[in-house]
């Protein structure tokens, strides 16, 4: 049973950064694709990026490209996702999220059965 932990959120201001990462267990890191979603209040959880098993695929919603980087360290079992430029519409909880089927691509959250707890990232103006 995989177990994903986030962390590295927090309350920043508009422009600043924040680095999230998410430490997995259990099962094997490699094989899989992980992704990055994010859920407002009132809102659907929606997807922010994903990287392929190798880390030679990347997707990215409209709303990270050019700002927001995905990235994995396969040998640490960790994916990271790098802010910066944030906005206060980036406020949400973010949650870490692996694949269903190793060695599978996809990026709808329908996709992905196994969450972390979430992390908190809130944005001022």
């Known amino acids: 049973q995989v177990q994903l932990v986030e962390s590295g959120g927090g309350l920043v201001q508009a422009g600043g950064s924040l680095r999230l990462s998410c430490a997995a267990s259990?099962?094997?890191?490699?094989?899989?694709?992980m992704g990055w979603f994010r859920q407002a209040p009132g809102k659907e959880r929606q997807c922010v990026a994903v990287?392929?098993?190798?880390?030679?695929?990347?997707y990215y919603a409209d709303s990270a490209k050019g700002r927001f980087t995905i990235s994995r360290d396969n040998a640490k079992s960790t994916v990271y996702l790098q802010m910066n430029s944030l906005k206060p519409e980036d406020t949400a909880v973010y949650y870490c999220?692996?694949?269903?089927?190793?060695?599978?691509?996809?990026?709808?959250?329908?996709?992905?059965?196994?969450w972390g707890q979430g992390t908190q990232v809130t944005v001022s103006s």
């Open positions: 259990g099962g094997t890191f490699s094989l899989y694709t």
């Open positions: 999220a692996r694949h269903s089927i190793n060695l599978s691509w996809g990026t709808d959250k329908l996709d992905f059965t196994s």
């Open positions: 990287i392929g098993w190798s880390g030679g695929l990347s």
